[in-house]
């Protein structure tokens, strides 16, 4: 079984280096944390087994990447093959199924687009579950719905693998830098065997009990970040419309209370209707369309999410599904444009 060159205190085992971040560190992973971890923390442990990673878009692929720089031993599948070529340079090996990576693999890692790739991958045909069995975990980072993560989970844990929903928030930049936030539920002593994993690809991990919380929390967070979005482009627009600098508005939210790192990092390239995809619009409305359910199955009315969803929906419509969801003022300017004619 090949071991992850995780720093151990009781082996001289090499100092982890983690590139992406700026500056190299070492990697000390906690053992159990039950809500949040920022890296170094309590005991010390290492991740023994082979990783696989099935899905490598915009999220999937530099998390797999770090966790090869980080030494694991990493092996790869995605649907567009031609996707694997950069991780195989950097190491990873290949096999042609997601069965073929479970069976391969001691813990299998998940980031697909949207509910219905996530279950097909997992229990379709060649999916990961024919390749799974006891001992081995599973473990599904994609935004997906509860009961999509359930089903998945019940399919995993019929062939008596273990199971763990781990959806993440931050985008591709935190990605890349290894800096996602786990948003986890499921099997615990999966999360604690992965935990210096996912301490290689993010900053903080919660667990949230059972199956379903992770992907609820996820979505409450998406929720709101959808529709901040789509409050900051109404004022961005009214801002301009009123003969203001949209830039000086982008400055002077960047030093108040509601500043958001979103804000400033969207703001400048929106104001030049420049949308260069790190979170794909098709992606925050999917998210939007499973907070709405989530939400009716509490019989919650989420009104503003239902408004913002439409334009989002609107925004698909104009042919920007593919472009950062912050294209979604594009929608708002076409609405705008429509009612003054
Ligand atoms: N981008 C972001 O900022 C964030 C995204 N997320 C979530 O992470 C997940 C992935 O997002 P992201 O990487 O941006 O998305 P991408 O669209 O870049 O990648 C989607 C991945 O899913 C694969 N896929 C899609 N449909 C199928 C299918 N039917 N069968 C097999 N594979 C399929 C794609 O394969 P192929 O290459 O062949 O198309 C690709 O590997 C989504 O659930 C998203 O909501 C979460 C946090 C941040
Ligand atoms: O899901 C998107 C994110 O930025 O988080």
């Known amino acids: 079984m090949a071991a992850a060159a995780f720093l151990g205190a009781s082996r001289a085992a090499p100092a982890l280096l983690l590139p992406s971040r700026g500056l190299p560190r070492r990697l000390l992973v906690s053992a159990a944390s039950s809500s949040s971890s920022s890296g170094a923390a309590g005991g010390v442990v290492e991740f023994q087994g082979k990783v696989g990673f099935l899905g490598l878009g915009i999220m999937g692929a530099p998390m797999a990447s770090n ?3 980080a030494g694991c031993d990493v092996t790869v599948w995605n649907r567009t093959k031609s996707k694997c070529d950069p991780l195989l340079s950097l190491g990873a090996k290949y096999e042609p199924s997601p069965a073929g990576v479970a069976s391969s693999c001691d813990v299998t890692f998940a980031m697909l687009a949207d509910p219905q790739s996530a279950a097909e991958v997992a229990c379709g045909a060649n999916g990961a579950a024919e390749g799974l069995a006891p001992g081995k975990g599973y473990v599904d980072v994609s935004t997906v719905d509860g009961a999509t993560s359930k089903l998945i989970g019940e399919h ?30 499921g099997d615990e002593s999966l999360y604690k065997r992965v935990a210096p994993l996912l301490d290689v690809m993010g900053k903080s991990r919660f667990y949230l009990g059972d199956v379903g919380n992770g992907a609820a929390m996820k979505l409450v967070v998406n929720m709101v970040m959808g529709s901040m979005m789509v409050s900051f482009s109404e004022g961005l627009l009214l801002s301009e419309k009123v003969g203001l600098d949209p830039n000086t508005l982008v400055e002077v939210i960047s030093q108040g209370a509601i500043s958001a790192p979103m804000f400033s990092l969207k703001g400048p390239s929106m104001v030049k209707a ?11 409305q999917k998210d939007l369309r499973l907070a709405l359910a989530l939400a009716e ?4 009315p989420i009104p503003t999410v239902a408004a913002a969803n439409e334009l989002y929906k609107a925004a698909k419509s104009l042919g920007l599904a593919d472009h950062d969801f912050s294209a979604v ?9 429509n009612s003054q004619q």
């Open 67 to 69: 966790l090869i720089k």
């Open 156 to 185: 995993i844990t019929s062939t008596g693998a273990s199971f763990l929903e781990a959806p993440v928030s931050g985008s591709k930049k935190p990605a890349e830098d290894g800096l996602l936030i786990f948003l986890t539920a």
């Open 274 to 284: 420049a949308y260069p995809t790190a979170f794909p619009l098709k992606h925050q």
């Open 297 to 300: 199955s509490v019989s919650q």
């Open 329 to 337: 003022i594009e929608a708002l300017k076409a609405k705008v444009e």
